[in-house]
């Protein structure tokens, strides 16, 4: 079987399309194109109250980017819930190439050293397509949630694709649209940036406007002032969810 490329993933989110597998051993994929799209608006998640005191309190340490192959075996993994998955290894291998490519990026929640839950996507130009998402303890994938929102705001991401539509999903903000709906907001915010992926760029385009995964990072690194003091990183994120631009 031949390896699924990651240019060949990249020309398809660009286009509304992405690959699912029958089982976690299957030895063929298929490109899925929904007629209804499920998409998170970056000022609409819904931060309930309790949601909210677990992100100001800090009860996981958060990161990103620092356990992809983890969070993506994590998603895979079989659970009481969810015997087996539509992540094949091939998928998995094409998204651990894309994420050493800078393309396909995690974020954590750790208990500790353990790693308790997190999500995966990729991101391309200003938008995000959301892969998979995992908890093994109560709110941890409603944690890593909330924080890519954060990390999307703050990055200049215009688009967050959920693809299919859950009641999970439904109750932290995210709603159905049109096929076509969907298309027009992923034009918008992949314009220019597959050229470049694919390293078809000619040279004498305006660079596209790509979103900044790394953002939040250097926010949340600046030196606090000296007159005050530094506010708990929980506390920050929690504020940038219910400031809407």
């Known amino acids: 079987m031949t390896a699924l490329d990651p240019k060949l993933v990249l020309g398809a989110y660009a286009v509304g399309v992405f690959p699912m597998a029958d089982h976690r051993g299957a030895d063929s994929i298929y490109w899925v194109e929904p ?36 969070v993506i075996a994590l998603c895979a993994a079989s659970a009481a819930d969810r015997p ?17 490519m800078g393309y396909a990026h995690s974020v954590e929640c750790w208990d500790g050293e353990r790693l308790v839950g997190g999500l995966y996507g990729l991101a391309l130009g200003r938008a995000f397509f959301g892969e998979s998402m995992v908890s093994r303890a109560r709110d941890a994938s409603k944690v890593a949630l909330a924080w890519l929102v954060a990390r999307l705001k703050v990055g200049g991401f215009q688009l967050l694709d959920c693809q299919f539509q859950t009641d999970h999903l439904a109750s932290l903000g995210a709603i159905e649209i049109s096929r076509r709906d969907y298309l027009a907001g992923l034009s918008s915010a992949v314009d220019g940036a597959v050229a470049g992926a694919l390293g078809g760029a000619d040279g004498r385009s305006p660079a596209p406007t790509v979103g900044d995964f790394s953002a ?7 030196p606090p002032d000296p007159a005050t003091a530094s506010p708990p990183l929980g506390k920050v994120i929690a504020q940038l969810l219910v400031h809407t631009s």
Do not use: C, N, Y
Not at 57 to 62: G, I, Q, T
Not at 86 to 91: E, F, K, R
Not at 216 to 222: E, G, V
């Open 84 to 100: 087996d998955t539509w992540i094949s290894t091939d998928i998995e291998r094409a998204f651990i190439d894309l994420h050493r």
């Open 216 to 222: 939040l990072d250097r926010l949340l690194a600046l």
């Open 35 to 70: 007629k209804r799209r499920a998409i998170l608006p970056l000022d609409g998640f819904h931060l309930s109250h309790s949601l909210k005191k677990t992100i100001a309190a800090d009860r996981f340490r958060v990161t990103a980017d620092t356990a992809f192959e983890q």
